[in-house]
T-cell receptor, first 114, second 112 residues
Framework: NAGVTQTPKFRVLKTGQSMTLLCAQDMNHEYMYWYRQDPGMGLRLIHYSVGEGTTAKGEVPDGYNVSRLKKQNFLLGLESAAPSQTSVYFC?????????????FGDGTRLSIL | AQSVAQPEDQVNVAEGNPLTVKCTYS??????LFWYVQYPNRGLQFLLK??????LVKGSYGFEAEFNKSQTSFHLKKPSALVSDSALYFC??????????FGKGTRLHILP
């Protein structure tokens, strides 16, 4: 099994450009998450989804949008990139956060905004 | 509101010595506690979790963690450190009605 796959792995954008990060999981998990990781800040939840067709805001949702049109895919969009969005973005999935199943993470997308 | 703290940004341990990475938490209700490890340029990998039962939880790669309810702690331990244990370690907490939140991470250096 591939687990959680993120594309692209690296990207450099100019301020104001838009892009979409793709996350795909092959574990039939209901829950999917997008985090950003910044030095000294740990992981911060951007948006999450509790099932196909659903999305919800996390701790730091401003400047990002998400969609979950298919159960296996969770897309993170930046409509107008800003330098403050330079970060490493991680996608994760789990069966259910209520039954305390661990999250499975992708290897990240390193995004630089110039 | 729930929170989790990792008081040490970095821990240095000589190879072969025991290691401890500290974690304390605050949550209303019963806590669900996790440890994850992150190697360079990789995502987080699940190590172990405590939900209920025995306070000493055993996980992957010889790691274990001890749940201490009175001290609200969940320290990660290993009896004999390996150089390959060098990585970034995250403690995380959730409760029945809330999402998981992660600590800021502790960088573990095992010195040969």
């Amino acid at each position: 099994n591939a687990g959680v796959t993120q594309t692209p792995k690296f990207r450099v954008l100019k301020t104001g450009q838009s892009m979409t990060l793709l996350c795909a999981q092959d574990m039939n998990h209901e829950y999917m998450y997008w985090y950003r990781q910044d030095p000294g800040m740990g992981l911060r939840l951007i948006h999450y989804s509790v099932g196909e067709g659903t999305t919800a805001k996390g701790e730091v949702p401003d400047g990002y949008n998400v969609s979950r049109l298919k159960k296996q895919n969770f897309l993170l969009g930046l409509e107008s990139a800003a330098p403050s969005q330079t970060s490493v973005y991680f996608c994760a999935s789990s069966r259910d956060f209520r039954d305390n199943q661990p999250q499975h993470f992708g290897d990240g997308t390193r995004l630089s905004i110039l | 509101a729930q929170s989790v703290a990792q008081p040490e940004d970095q821990v240095n341990v000589a190879e072969g010595n025991p290691l401890t990475v500290k974690c304390t938490y605050s949550v209303s209700g019963n806590p669900y506690l996790f440890w994850y490890v992150q190697y360079p340029n990789r995502g987080l990998q699940f190590l172990l979790k405590y939900i209920t039962g025995d306070n000493l939880v055993k996980g992957s790669y010889g790691f274990e963690a001890e749940f201490n309810k009175s001290q609200t702690s969940f320290h990660l331990k290993k009896p004999s450190a390996l150089v390959s244990d060098s990585a970034l370690y995250f403690c995380a907490v959730s409760s029945l009605d809330d999402k998981i939140i992660f600590g800021k991470g502790t960088r573990l250096h095992i010195l040969p």
